[in-house]
């Protein structure tokens, strides 16, 4: 019996695309700027000792800038620049330079199924605090009170199977009371081998074959929660 569902941000509740190129893009953008606005803050070092680490030399402005703009430009899943992103992030939504974008039938089901009693969770390898920012100003507001909690790669990996054991052991439910709705089909392999549900969101069309149970919006998932 499904009691939580675990839901991926990117081309599932919401469009790849305005996170591709709009996000990414305000980040690149403001980059430096925030860098070297925020420089000696706690926050900002603590990345700096990081990527100091990754890239085992000292690491100044130029550096810093040159490396996280690459890691920007490859979508690179690091939480180094995932943090940074999360910062720059939060003062564009604050100044109200950026709003989240919410599929409607997403923000329609997931209100319809937080009513009903289901624990709803996400997981994304944006950081937790990009993942509130981002549900806390959509089109339909702060959205964040639908939720029961966030997730993001401090538990793992997105397409390793211990993650989603992770994440099941934090929440309290075993793995088979979980429905995870993804766009990705290495993401759902690994939630199954888990032991989770999974179902394939593919907004642009059904693939020619799926290992998942496949459906182009939340409105279709409904049959698939009895």
């Known amino acids: 019996m499904i009691k939580a569902?675990?839901?991926?941000?990117?081309?599932?509740?919401?469009?790849?695309?305005?996170?591709?190129?709009v996000m990414f893009p305000y980040s690149?953008?403001?980059?430096?700027?925030?860098l070297r606005l925020h420089w000696e803050e706690e926050t900002?070092?603590?990345?700096?000792?990081g990527l100091e680490e990754k890239l085992k030399r000292e690491v100044d402005l130029k550096v810093a800038v040159q490396t996280l703009g690459e890691w920007i430009e490859k979508d690179l899943k690091e939480p180094l620049?995932?943090?940074?992103?999360?910062?720059?992030?939060?003062?564009?939504?604050?100044?109200?330079?950026?709003?989240g974008h919410l599929y409607e039938d997403a923000y329609v089901c997931l209100k319809n199924w937080k009513e009903r009693g289901y624990k709803i969770y996400v997981y994304s390898s944006g950081?937790?605090?990009?993942?509130?920012?981002?549900?806390?100003?959509?089109?339909?507001?702060?959205?964040?009170n639908l939720f029961d909690g966030f997730f993001d790669t401090s538990v793992g990996g997105k397409k390793e199977k211990d993650s989603y054991k992770k994440i099941a052991q934090l929440v309290g439910l075993p793995p088979?009371?979980?429905?995870?709705?993804?766009?990705v089909e290495e993401e759902l392999d690994a939630s199954r081998s888990a032991g989770m549900n999974t179902v394939l969101v593919s907004r642009n069309g059904f693939p020619i074959?799926?290992?998942?149970?496949?459906?182009?919006?939340?409105?279709?998932?409904?049959?698939l929660l009895s």
């Open 5 to 21: 569902i675990l839901t991926d941000i990117e081309g599932t509740t919401s469009s790849l695309d305005y996170v591709k190129s």
């Open 28 to 34: 690149k953008e403001k980059l430096e700027d925030f």
């Open 44 to 49: 900002v070092q603590k990345v700096i000792k």
């Open 81 to 99: 620049l995932k943090e940074i992103q999360g910062h720059i992030w939060e003062e564009g939504f604050l100044k109200g330079e950026l709003r």
């Open 127 to 144: 950081s937790v605090k990009a993942q509130r920012l981002f549900f806390g100003h959509t089109e339909y507001g702060d959205i964040t």
């Open 176 to 183: 088979k009371s979980f429905l995870f709705l993804s766009d």
């Open 209 to 223: 074959a799926s290992k998942h149970p496949t459906v182009k919006n939340f409105f279709e998932v409904e049959p």
